[in-house]
C-alpha cells in the first residue's frame, strides 16, 4: 500500500515540478524578451538608459517606403526595392547580420511563425531582411539566407527569401521612412561595430506603403497571415501597443551597456534549478519520514 501511494506522490510531485518549470522559464522569457518602452529594465534606474534615448520604433501606418533605393542581394547583384514589390506584400524586417543575440531572436520567431501560415514565400508574398550595418557585405547576407532557409525548412522558397547590405545613406533613407531609430555603440573591443536597437518587423503593401508593425521577437501566425492578406488588398491597419525588445541593457554604475537577455536567461535557469531541487527535496524526504514512521507503528504493534 504504501509503495503505490510513494508512487502517486512522486508522480504528482513530478508534474508540480514540471508545472513550476514552465511557468518560471516563462516569466524568465518574459523578462528577457520584452521591456516597455517607457519602464525601467532590469539591473537599471527607474529612467531609461541614455544609451536607449535615440532608439526606438515610430509606426508610419500608410507612409510609403521608397523603392528607388538600390540595396546589394544575398548574390552580388544589385537590386532596387521595386524588385521586390508590385504584385505581392512584403514582410520587411531591419537587422544587422552580426548581433549577437536580438536580431537572430527577431529572425528565428519570424520563420517558425511562418512554418504555420499557409502562405508560400515568392509566391503569395516577399520576406526582405535588409541590414542596418553597411560594413556588412554579401557574404553575411548569403550565410543568413542559407540558415534561414534551413530552419524554415521549405528550400523551394528561396527566391522569396532577400537578404540585402547596403550604403549608409540608403539605410538611413529606409529606417527613416520606416521610423526604426538605432544608436551605434561599442562592442567588446570598444570599437563602434554594434548597435542598440528595437525589434519589429513590417507589412508591406504591393504598392510599398507600410500596412502594418508587429513588435518583438515572437510573432503570432494568425496575425501574420491576415496581415499580409490585408496588405495584398492595400489595407492599412491599426497601430499596436509599443512594445518593445530593445537589444542592450545599460549599467549606469559601470558605465557599460550588456546583453540583458544572456543575463536574465542564465540567472533565471539557475533559480529554477535551486527552486525545483529545493522542493523536491522536500517532498522525497516527507515520504521518507512518512514510511519509516509507518514501519516503526506497525513492528510495535507486532511487537
Same mark, same amino acid.
Given at each position: ?46 529612467? $531609461? =538608459?541614455n *544609451? +536607449?534615448?535615440? !532608439? ?10 521608397? %523603392? ?19 504584385? $505581392? =506584400?512584403? *514582410? +520587411?524586417?531591419? !537587422? ?10 527577431? %529572425?528565428n ?9 499557409n502562405?508560400?514565400?515568392?509566391k ?17 547576407a ?14 523551394e522558397?528561396?527566391?522569396?527569401w ?5 550604403t ?20 567588446p ?16 503593401t ?9 513588435m518583438?521577437v ?8 491576415l ?25 549606469p ?6 546583453l ?6 542564465q ?9 525545483l ?12 519520514r512518512a ?13
Amino acid at each position: 500500500m504504501y509503495s503505490t501511494n510513494s508512487a502517486k506522490k512522486t508522480r504528482t510531485v513530478t508534474r508540480l515540478a514540471a508545472t513550476a518549470l514552465l511557468c518560471l522559464a516563462a516569466l524568465t522569457a518574459s523578462q528577457a524578451q520584452v521591456s516597455r518602452y517607457d519602464e525601467k529594465q532590469v539591473g537599471t534606474t527607474n529612467e $531609461k =538608459p541614455n *544609451i +536607449l534615448n535615440g !532608439v526606438g520604433i515610430a509606426q508610419h501606418l500608410n507612409q510609403q517606403i521608397p %523603392l528607388d533605393l538600390t540595396f546589394t542581394d544575398e548574390t552580388g547583384k544589385p537590386v532596387q526595392l521595386a524588385s521586390y514589390f508590385g504584385t $505581392k =506584400p512584403a *514582410i +520587411l524586417a531591419l !537587422v544587422y547580420y552580426q548581433c549577437p543575440m536580438l536580431c537572430s531572436e527577431e %529572425l528565428n520567431g519570424l520563420s517558425s511563425a511562418l512554418q504555420m501560415v499557409n502562405l508560400v514565400p515568392g509566391k503569395d508574398f516577399n520576406i526582405v531582411v535588409v541590414s542596418i550595418d553597411p560594413s556588412e557585405g554579401t557574404d553575411l547576407a548569403a550565410a543568413k539566407k542559407r540558415s534561414y532557409l534551413r530552419r524554415y525548412g521549405r528550400p523551394e522558397t528561396a527566391a522569396g527569401w532577400h537578404f540585402m547590405t547596403g550604403t549608409q545613406p540608403n539605410i538611413d533613407a529606409l529606417t527613416k521612412t520606416v521610423g526604426f531609430s538605432y544608436v551605434k555603440i561599442p562592442g567588446p573591443d570598444g570599437k563602434l561595430t554594434q548597435f542598440a536597437h528595437a525589434s519589429s518587423i513590417q507589412i508591406v503593401t504591393p504598392q510599398g506603403k507600410l500596412a502594418q508593425y508587429y513588435m518583438g521577437v515572437e510573432y503570432s501566425p494568425k496575425d501574420i497571415r491576415l496581415g499580409l492578406v490585408e496588405a495584398s488588398g492595400n489595407h492599412i491597419g491599426s497601430p499596436v501597443d509599443n512594445i518593445l525588445t530593445y537589444c542592450y541593457h545599460y549599467d549606469p554604475q559601470s558605465n557599460k551597456h550588456s546583453l540583458i537577455i544572456a543575463r536574465v536567461v542564465q540567472l533565471g535557469g539557475a533559480v529554477t534549478l535551486v527552486m525545483l531541487g529545493g522542493f523536491m527535496w522536500i517532498m522525497f524526504r516527507r515520504d521518507y519520514r512518512a514510511a519509516h514512521e509507518k514501519l516503526a507503528s506497525g513492528t510495535k504493534v507486532n511487537g
